[in-house]
């Protein structure tokens, strides 16, 4: 069995409504031991993938994950991301903007951040943040010393624009994008938290501040319909992955990847008549050393 990951898609163009994409979904998977076997296979799937990807030195990958507090963004990025080398990836988390960042547009320090052709790079939250967190309380947008004449009624609509075009020019210049919403329930949500609170070895995850952007939980899945419906591409769609049940979470996350990569056509590289040559004297080298050993 395998995640049918086109149900998680947001096609381009369509206007998302998130009560139509399930929180709970594990399907065609009853049980987290049943799907145990199939994630395993999968981490030694995309391994060898980057081996390739890594190898050919055309491509970049990159994934881009967002979601309410909660939502298990750390553990997918842990747990499928586990067995991939290390050498080839690179993990980005984007926190509150320093004063820095500021000082720059708000694509400015993502693109410091992207991945090199054969890597594989992770963004923990994004660019994203900018139609997001700044939506729900538009107050930091002063932070961002803006000339007052830019800040209109149309800001957002201009950065999904500006969004879209960075997102175009990066594939077209060999970045295959994936963008994962982990869909959480606002139940499942208050769960973890409150096993957040009672596990001492956990408090440190929680602050009053995630409790506060509870209130905000309807604010925040109007921003996120909306900036899913207005960037979701062909070139760099997003998957609202269900996200109630961590185990399914990986699996589906990993099976998206899976099939970005498989989707290159990638190949080791072949050597040109130069390397050929150098291969063979190296071989004669290594074969006559050899041989004299044995005299």
């Known amino acids: 069995m395998k995640v049918d990951a086109d149900r998680f898609l947001v096609k381009a163009g369509s206007r998302v409504r998130l009560r139509r994409f399930g929180t709970a979904d594990t399907?065609?998977?009853?049980?987290?031991?049943?799907?145990?076997?199939?994630?395993?296979?999968?981490?030694?799937?995309?391994?060898?993938?980057?081996e390739v990807l890594y190898a050919e030195q055309r491509w970049s990958l990159l994934l881009v994950f967002q979601a309410m507090d909660a939502a298990g963004k750390d553990g997918v990025i842990k747990h499928v991301?586990?067995?991939?080398?290390?050498?080839?990836t690179t993990v980005a988390s984007f926190k509150a903007p320093s004063a820095g960042d500021l000082s720059h547009d708000f694509l400015w320090r993502v693109s410091a951040a992207l991945p090199e052709r054969g890597r594989i790079g992770v963004f923990n939250r994004s660019h994203y943040e900018e139609v997001l967190v700044v939506r729900v309380h538009p107050e930091l947008v002063e932070n961002q010393r803006l000339p007052e004449d830019l800040?209109?009624?149309?800001?957002?609509?201009?950065?999904?624009?500006d969004i879209n075009a960075f997102e175009r020019h990066l594939a077209r210049s060999g970045t295959?994008?994936?963008?994962?919403?982990?869909?959480?329930s606002k139940e499942e949500q208050r769960r973890r938290f409150l096993e957040r609170l009672d596990d001492p070895a956990?408090?440190?995850?929680?602050?009053?501040?995630?409790a506060r952007e509870r209130e905000r939980?309807?604010?925040?899945?109007?921003?996120?319909?909306?900036?899913?419906s207005a960037t979701s591409t062909t070139h760099a769609p997003w998957y609202v992955v269900p996200a109630d049940h961590k185990w399914f979470t990986h699996l589906a996350v990993a099976s998206i990847i899976i099939e970005a990569l498989e989707g290159l056509g990638l190949a080791f590289p072949k050597p040109g008549r130069a390397q050929r040559r150098e291969l063979q004297l190296a071989r004669r080298h290594l074969e006559g050393g050899r041989a004299g050993r044995k005299r």
């Open 27 to 50: 399907r065609p998977f009853e049980s987290k031991e049943q799907a145990e076997g199939r994630l395993a296979r999968d981490i030694a799937r995309l391994f060898g993938l980057q």
């Open 217 to 228: 939980w309807d604010d925040y899945m109007a921003a996120y319909e909306e900036m899913l």
């Open 81 to 88: 991301m586990s067995g991939l080398n290390p050498q080839g």
């Open 151 to 161: 800040v209109t009624r149309k800001l957002w609509e201009q950065r999904y624009e």
């Open 202 to 210: 956990k408090n440190w995850k929680f602050s009053l501040a995630d």
């Open 176 to 184: 295959v994008i994936r963008k994962f919403f982990l869909h959480l």
